[in-house]
């Protein structure tokens, strides 16, 4: 094999990991998002006053290695209006989440 043919397969090989990798992270904040509102719906969080805490709300360093999706899910949802926050920190649905966001039932 020549040496432009293995360049161009490494080339390829790289684009191809790198798009598999996207892939894979776009379907993992996909599920985070949907994740957080089924938290939310299961614990009847739908107003201030039934708030409940989001323990992995907040970035932590004690699970280093891989990456989680939640923390960047809330304060999407937070910023998208879907989800609120209480002053003491407790979050609740403000409001549906869109069906895309869900899995059928």
């Not at 614990?43 to 699970?63: H, I, M, T």
């Amino acid at each position: 094999m020549t040496e432009n043919i293995k360049l161009a397969l490494a080339i390829a090989l790289l684009v191809g990991v790198y798009l598999l990798t996207r892939r894979v992270n776009a379907w993992r904040a996909k599920r985070a998002l949907s994740g957080v509102i089924r938290i939310l719906e299961q614990a009847e969080a739908r107003d201030p006053a039934s708030a409940v805490p989001l323990y992995r709300a907040k970035v932590g360093f004690s699970s280093m290695g891989v990456r989680d999706f939640r923390p960047g899910a809330v304060q999407a949802l937070l910023a998208s209006g879907v989800v609120g926050k209480t002053e003491e920190g407790k979050y609740y649905l403000k409001q549906e989440g869109p069906d895309s966001m869900r899995k059928p039932s």
